[in-house]
T-cell receptor
Framework: LAKTTQPISMDSYEGQEVNITCSHN???????ITWYQQFPSQGPRFIIQ???TKVTNEVASLFIPADRKSSTLSLPRVSLSDTAVYYC??????????FGKGTTLSVSS | GAVVSQHPSRVICKSGTSVKIECRSL??????MFWYRQFPKQSLMLMAT?????????EQGVEKDKFLINHASLTLSTLTVTSAHPEDSSFYIC???????????FGPGTRLTVL
């Protein structure tokens, strides 16, 4: 069973910031939080990974509060090409990734 | 770096035939590879985990005699769907991981259609 809960869908417009929150109430001490993006008929693509506090890379930021029971993926200034399914995953190093339902993000012009 | 390829990208076969799907890590050695299946509008479902040189570990409900997995080298794993039937039609995705690291690198997927 997936260890995470995310909104099923979100809508946004081009240029807006999008924040997708994921709940993982039973996260273990050794678990990392990872976000993937998937376009139709493609394999998932790694976006960002973190353990605590804030992580930022060239495409997104990941905010993790001190209790680590949730995390928020922030996509700055989305474009139409960001329309995809976003998966939040919690796992320990060396174990398989178990996918939940993901969040379908639709970006409109 | 960290590229995973799959071949073929799509395959159509007749019911009762067997189909082999290859998964290769192109620029790194993958100690562990994973196979997932994804039906339309659904999430990825883990089928099995394979470690190089040892037998694959199948998830509950996945028939090991139907979905044969071979991980003969650190850069190649194969999934063979034996005696395929229309209900096996799906999108099959592999991923690979370097030992001890948390990040998994996914292949582009293989679309299997069984007529």
């Amino acid at each position: 069973l997936a260890k995470t809960t995310q909104p099923i869908s979100m809508d946004s417009y081009e240029g807006q910031e999008v924040n997708i929150t994921c709940s993982h109430n039973n996260i273990a001490t050794n678990d990392y939080i990872t976000w993937y993006q998937q376009f139709p008929s493609q394999g998932p693509r790694f976006i960002i990974q973190g353990y605590k506090t804030k992580v930022t890379n060239e495409v997104a930021s990941l905010f993790i509060p001190a209790d680590r029971k949730s995390s928020t993926l922030s996509l700055p200034r989305v474009s139409l090409s960001d329309t995809a399914v976003y998966y939040c995953l919690v796992s320990q190093a060396g174990t398989a990734l178990i996918f939940g339902k993901g969040t379908t993000l639709s970006v409109s012009s | 770096g960290a590229v995973v390829s799959q071949h073929p990208s799509r395959v159509i076969c007749k019911s009762g035939t067997s189909v082999k799907i290859e998964c290769r890590s192109l620029d790194f050695q993958a100690t562990t590879m994973f196979w997932y299946r994804q039906f339309p509008k659904q999430s990825l479902m883990l089928m099995a985990t394979s470690n190089e040189g040892s037998k694959a570990t199948y998830e509950q409900g996945v028939e090991k005699d139907k979905f044969l997995i071979n991980h003969a080298s650190l850069t190649l794993s194969t999934l063979t769907v034996t005696s395929a039937h229309p209900e096996d039609s799906s999108f099959y995705i592999c991923s690979a991981r370097v030992g001890g690291y948390n990040e998994q690198f996914f292949g582009p997927g293989t679309r299997l259609t069984v007529l």
